[in-house]
């Protein structure tokens, strides 16, 4: 048996077969074509859903926000009667800041001083800053002198040990003494000055001089 030919011959003339592989390749251009516009457009409808979801969430976030200023606004009056309430707590403590309570301080000098002698004068006022005592850093809240009357010297020393144990008191020191007369009718004249403290200060300045802004609320009373 002869042996069989595989080969193809073909007998189509050779311009039909360029026309034929031209539109095979026209058509895997086109195809091609088509997918990649395909692709595109669903790459576009992604992109636009995603673009639509965003617009969806910054309208939900505005309404939101529209929401949370209207509650801020009907909260704005708590925030003006915080203001005018700390308005009046600064007006109250500058005024009541620093008030000597005179009527303690002159009770407490009338009790303390010695029986032997009397005042002829007294003049204070009412000042701020510091100074230092023995004990340590005082607040000074005053000023004040006196001039007194006594038998001899040691009277005005005695008054002066004596007042300078007034709480109310310190930095006491004697400005002058002098003694006259005859030994039946002997009698000193001195003068004192010293610095009133904190602790000569009214009930409600102490109260305005508080850390607690709410002490002040805690009764009026001078004193």
Request: charged fraction near 20%.
């Amino acid at each position: 048996m002869p042996p069989v030919d595989t080969h193809r011959i073909n007998l189509m003339p050779v311009a039909v077969r360029v026309r034929r592989e031209g539109r095979q390749f026209v058509f895997g251009i086109v195809a091609a074509g088509v997918v990649v516009v395909l692709l595109l457009g669903f790459l576009f409808y992604q992109k636009g859903q995603e673009l639509n979801r965003v617009k969806r969430d910054v309208e939900a976030q505005k309404k939101t926000n529209s929401q949370l200023q209207q509650e801020i606004k009907k909260l704005d009056f708590i925030v003006a009667k915080q203001q005018e309430v700390q308005r009046r707590e600064a007006t109250v403590k500058d005024s009541w800041g620093g008030e000597i309570s005179w009527y303690r301080v002159l009770h407490d000098i009338a009790t303390t001083m010695p029986s032997q002698t009397w005042l002829t004068s007294y003049s204070s006022s009412r000042t701020g800053g510091a100074t230092t005592a023995p004990t340590g850093p005082v607040i000074v809240g005053g000023q004040f002198t006196v001039a007194g009357k006594g038998f001899d010297h040691p009277d005005a020393a005695d008054w002066l040990a004596r007042i300078s144990q007034i709480r109310e008191v310190v930095g006491l020191w004697l400005s002058s003494s002098s003694v006259s007369g005859t030994e039946a009718t002997r009698s000193e004249t001195f003068s004192s000055a010293g610095s009133l403290t904190s602790e000569a200060w009214s009930p409600r300045a102490k109260k305005a001089a508080a850390s607690d802004p709410t002490a002040i609320y805690e009764g009026t009373n001078a004193q």
